[in-house]
Each structure stands twice: as structure tokens, then as C-alpha cells.
Nanobody, 121 residues
Framework: QVQLVESGGGLVQAGGSLKLSCAASGNIFNIRRVAWYRQAPGKQRELVAAISTGGSTQYADSVKGRFTISRDNAKNTMYLQMNSLKPEDTAVYYC???????????????WGQGTQVTVSS
């Protein structure tokens, strides 16, 4: 009922930048909290950044000052600007959205399919 489609991943050298996008579509009334998670090989999925409907943000200590999460509520799209990338940022990045459906009016925790980010040293 809800599709989250990520884009913007790829291969970049250390110190470079990437901007991830996540577009939500489907049976959506509104989107509350949105977040980006990442999972590196052999590691657990971890929260990278989150943003509330009102714009309050939260970041993992490892990305503070380098990554910026944002959202465009009119377009149901969220972004993750990643600067000063490091090899340890290499992972599959997933967007996550707390969606209220239009019909029926219930909440749904939705995930994208993931996009690979690889940072070479």
C-alpha cells in the first residue's frame, strides 16, 4: 500500500559527498517520523538519522556534523545529504517512514529496498 523508493547511492572516494533520496507513494494520508538506517556487512542495522514532522532531528554520533537529514512534506520525499564520507560509512542505506494510511486510517511502518553506498579509501 506504500512504496518507498530510494535513489542516489553509489561509489565515492573518501571525503566525497552523496545525496540519498527516498520518495514515498501510495495510500498515504500523512508521514510522521522518517529515518535513514544503514547496515554494513556482518553488522546490525543501525539508525543514522531521523526527523520528525516538525523538523526535529536526531543523528548517530558517528555522522554528526557530516550528514544532514531533511524532508519535503509536499512531495512525500526525504533526503540524506552525506558529506566528508569515510570508508566506514560503506553500507546499504534504508529509508524508513511512519506512515498513516488514507484508507483504512491506520499506521504502517514502511521500509525502502535499500541503496548501496560504497566509500573507497
Amino acid at each position: 500500500q506504500v512504496q518507498l523508493v530510494e535513489s542516489g547511492g553509489g561509489l565515492v572516494q573518501a571525503g566525497g559527498s552523496l545525496k540519498l533520496s527516498c520518495a514515498a507513494s501510495g495510500n498515504i494520508f500523512n508521514i510522521r517520523r522518517v529515518a535513514w538506517y544503514r547496515q554494513a556487512p556482518g553488522k546490525q542495522r543501525e539508525l543514522v538519522a531521523a526527523i520528525s514532522t516538525g523538523g526535529s532531528t536526531q543523528y548517530a554520533d558517528s555522522v554528526k556534523g557530516r550528514f544532514t537529514i531533511s524532508r519535503d512534506n509536499a512531495k512525500n520525499t526525504m533526503y540524506l545529504q552525506m558529506n566528508s564520507l569515510k570508508p566506514e560509512d560503506t553500507a546499504v542505506y534504508y529509508c524508513n517512514a511512519d506512515v498513516t494510511l488514507r484508507n483504512p486510517p491506520v499506521g504502517l511502518d514502511s521500509w525502502g529496498q535499500g541503496t548501496q553506498v560504497t566509500v573507497s579509501s
